[in-house]
């Protein structure tokens, strides 16, 4: 199983291992489930507003992008990673992550499963009380 997780917000100051760049709870939250869901490290992926789909131990610098701006990575360049990264045929694809990230994920994967938007949860603190549930 594949999952792509979204990136966050809160960042460490310098470059880091992506997984390790993000600080956020919600980041945290989602990690968690896709370390119990994958059943390898290699099959996590971060969605990067800015870098696009990046593997957790790909080292970033610290960025201010958020995946609405204007300088935000596209649809396209999510695809082309995807095809790169040999995603494209994957049958079993989960997506975490805030609507506005999803929404370009399903662009590209369409058949995946986003259960936060799929069960429609909403709200940050009852979409992380379900993840923690879920990482048990």
């Known amino acids: 199983m594949i999952v792509i997780i979204s990136c966050g917000a809160s960042k460490r100051s310098v470059r880091a291992p ?7 709870t919600y980041f945290k939250a989602m990690f968690s489930c896709a370390r119990k869901w994958a059943s390898r ?14 593997q ?3 080292v970033l610098p610290p960025y201010d992008t958020r995946i609405a701006s204007p300088d935000a990575v596209t649809i396209q360049e999510v695809r082309d990673q ?8 994957s049958q079993d694809i989960i997506l975490l992550g805030g609507k ?9 994967f369409p058949s995946a499963k986003a259960p936060l938007q799929d069960m429609k949860i909403g709200g940050m603190g009852k979409q992380m ?6 990482a048990r």
């Open 129 to 134: 009380q379900v993840m923690k549930r879920w």
């Open 56 to 58: 957790m131990d790909r």
């Open 41 to 54: 490290r290699e099959d996590i992926y971060i969605l990067s507003a800015k870098y696009g789909l990046v």
């Open 18 to 24: 992506a997984w390790k760049l993000y600080t956020g």
């Open 100 to 108: 506005d990230y999803v929404s370009v994920l399903k662009a590209v």
């Open 82 to 89: 995807a095809e790169q990264f040999g995603l494209m045929d």
